[in-house]
């Protein structure tokens, strides 16, 4: 086991977003966390990596336990070290070119030198297929091209899992298909870890060793991507499915 | 009416040779200030609610009174206190003497623009987004790291159009030094308009070698923006 999680809770201003949320994370796993909007998906990435501090719950990180409420600042960095995030609307550093991006993470972050970092930053962004962009700022890259240096700026860094919070929903429809393309090739290809929200079901069918679908702060239902999608249990999933894939919903019920 | 040309011609050079004094006192003021600017902005973000009160009592103060007040006030204040420590400690000067008026406008001026400079980073330290400082961490950086790296450099892009108004507004306030008898432009304008009663040709002496140094200035900002922030692409 990577990662265990457990018992997560988090609270703003008095509303419970997050009721002891559990996951379980093998290397190489790919879990996509599907759920609507305000079910705490995000909520629940960014306590795991500290840009939110959940109210209760421990995660086991390669064997190391600690509670996620009371993590000491030398646990948050090491865990932040071994671990990546992938921005909704991508955040790339405005006042760096793509390779800086990529590279920051290594020499400032790490202390790797700036000649071992340029190259393991063009390697990165050779994966995503901005190689040719390395000396671009984010200002002049597409929305997609940017998501792609966010991608690479992710996996520079060879962090055990990836999170990623919704990193197509704020492209454009044509550009999707790229940044999804990367994704599945990193997982399938170079066997990366990753959680992934998403909204993408092909991507989740494809891809997903695991799903699992969340309301109102809990996980109502989780299982592999034809468990959830072709044989919901729970009404939740059901209806929420139904939503986002009618056509394929009514095709499952007619069978 | 007709422009004594001779005149102005003569006292062009003595005017432009003020334009040193008001560079001096400019450039010391803005230099002295930008550090501590600076860190009252990052008070009034980070610092406890005490701190943040007391800078934020002290910028509405600078900019809520006029300078001129500020000047006279200081002006007429500081050296009696300076005296009276002076003989505390038992030391044999004459401050009144032993102090240039410089001295004294440096201080006003760089206390006013402490004042601006700290509202001017604050804002440009708030703008900048939330996901920045999120993303610098996400990838393994100390929060002074992104800051130093990420957040300071674009912010200074946004404060630089505004330290640009600052700095031209104390050029042009500097002209009030001649309260404080410092002889800058202006003073040594007066000075000359005086002697002959050449008011307009000294004045318009005065007049052209301002706007020259601002010029210059604004320009030399223009420069400085375009090179720091050319990671925000072409723009008009
Ligand atoms: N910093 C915050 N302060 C107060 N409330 C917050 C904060 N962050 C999130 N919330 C609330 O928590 C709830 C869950 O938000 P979250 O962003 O985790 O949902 P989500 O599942 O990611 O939704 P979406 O699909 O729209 O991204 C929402 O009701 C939101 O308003
Ligand atoms: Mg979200």
């Known amino acids: ?255 | 009416m007709e422009l004594d040309w001779e005149f102005m011609e003569e006292t062009l050079p003595k005017v432009w040779a003020g334009a040193g004094v008001t560079m001096e006192l400019t450039l010391l003021s803005l230099l002295l200030a930008l550090p501590i600017g600076f860190y009252l902005a990052v008070i009034r973000l980070h610092g406890c609610k005490t701190l943040q009160g007391i800078v934020r009592s002290y910028v509405s103060f600078v900019r809520g009174t006029p300078i001129v007040l500020q000047i006279l006030l200081l002006y007429s204040l500081l050296p009696s206190v300076l005296n009276v420590l002076v003989q505390a400690m038992g030391w044999q000067i004459n401050i009144f003497e032993a102090v240039d008026p410089f001295w004294y406008a440096v201080v006003v001026f760089t206390i006013n623009t402490v004042a601006l400079l700290a509202e001017v980073f604050r804002s440009a330290l708030n703008s900048i987004p939330r996901g920045q400082m999120e993303a610098g961490l996400a990838i393994g950086l100390s929060s002074l790291q992104v800051y130093l790296r990420v957040i300071i450099p674009q912010a200074m892009v946004v404060a630089m159009p505004s330290i640009c108004n600052i700095t031209v507004n104390l050029v042009k306030g500097t002209s009030l030094a001649f309260l404080m008898t410092v002889k800058d432009i202006m003073a040594i304008g007066k000075i000359a308009a005086s002697f002959g009663y050449n008011y307009l040709e000294a004045y318009i002496d005065v007049f052209f070698v301002y706007l020259v140094l601002c010029t210059i200035i604004q320009i030399f900002y223009h420069l400085v923006e375009g090179r720091i922030g050319a990671f925000r692409g072409k723009r008009a």
Do not use: W
Not at chain 1, 53 to 79: C, N, P, R, V, W
Not at chain 1, 126 to 144: D, F, I, N
């Open chain 1, 1 to 255: 086991m990577l990662m265990s999680i457990r018992g997560v809770s988090k609270s703003f201003n008095g509303a419970e977003i997050l009721k002891n949320v559990n996951m379980d994370i093998d290397q190489g796993d790919v879990v996509v966390i599907l759920g609507p909007s305000g079910s705490g998906k995000t909520t629940f990435l960014r306590c795991l990596n500290f840009l939110e501090q959940a109210d209760g719950g421990t995660m086991e990180f390669h064997g190391e336990k600690l509670q996620l409420a009371s993590a000491s600042k030398q646990a948050i960095a090491d865990i932040r070290k071994k671990t990546a995030f992938v921005f909704q609307n991508y955040n790339l550093f405005a006042n760096k070119t793509a390779l800086e991006n990529v590279t920051l993470g290594l020499t400032a972050g790490r202390g790797i030198s700036k000649r071992e970092a340029r190259e393991i930053g063009l390697e990165a962004l050779q994966k995503v297929g901005m190689l040719e962009r390395a000396e671009y700022y984010p200002s002049q890259l597409s929305g997609g091209q940017q998501q792609r240096v966010g991608i690479a700026r992710a996996i520079a860094v060879k962090p055990d899992v990836i999170l990623f919070d919704e990193p197509t929903s704020a492209l454009d429809p044509e550009l999707v298909g790229e940044v999804l393309q990367v994704m599945k090739s990193l997982a399938q290809e170079e066997g990366i870890t990753m959680i992934v929200v998403t909204h993408e079901m092909k991507f989740a069918q494809d891809v997903a060793t695991h799903v699992v679908f969340m309301a109102d702060g809990v996980v109502v239902e989780e299982g592999s991507a034809e468990d959830i999608f072709s044989h919901p249990k729970e009404a939740r999933t059901r209806q929420f499915l139904q939503r986002i894939l009618p056509e394929q919903f009514e095709m499952a019920a007619l069978i």
